[in-house]
């Protein structure tokens, strides 16, 4: 019923930039926060930025400076600007959002989900 779809990543050197998109879809009425998650490989998954519906944003201290999130409600799309890059940003990036209401079938429902996964590689 709901699906975010990420896009965006790839393969670039240290001090480059990215630009992380993710688009949820369905017949939505409202998201409560959305984020962006990391996980790096033999480590767990990560909080990076978050923001609320009102714009409200926090930051991973790892990432504090380099990193911008932002958000589009009436789009109910996610952004993730990235400057700045080190290879310990390297790793597989996951949209979230959190307390997704929707109607189904004439019904409301609520649910978190998650997207697939977009890869970030920084190359020193």
């Known amino acids: 019923q709901v699906q975010l779809v990420e896009s965006g990543g790839g393969l670039v050197q240290a001090g480059e930039s990215l630009r992380l998109s993710c688009a949820a879809s369905g017949s939505i009425l409202s998201i409560n926060a959305m984020a962006w998650y990391r996980q790096a490989p033999g480590k767990q998954r990560e909080l990076v930025a978050i923001?609320?519906?009102?714009?409200?944003?926090d930051y991973a201290d790892s990432v504090k400076g380099r990193f911008t999130i932002s958000r589009d409600n009436a789009r109910n799309t996610v952004v993730l600007e990235m400057n700045s890059l080190k290879p310990e940003d390297t790793a597989v990036y996951y949209c979230?959002?959190?307390?997704?209401?929707?109607?189904?079938?004439?019904?409301?429902?609520?649910?978190?989900?998650w997207g697939q996964g977009t890869q970030v590689t920084v190359s020193s």
């Open positions: 979230h959002a959190d307390r997704v209401v929707y109607s189904v079938g004439g019904y409301v429902r609520n649910g978190d989900y």
């Open positions: 923001i609320n519906s009102r714009g409200s944003t």
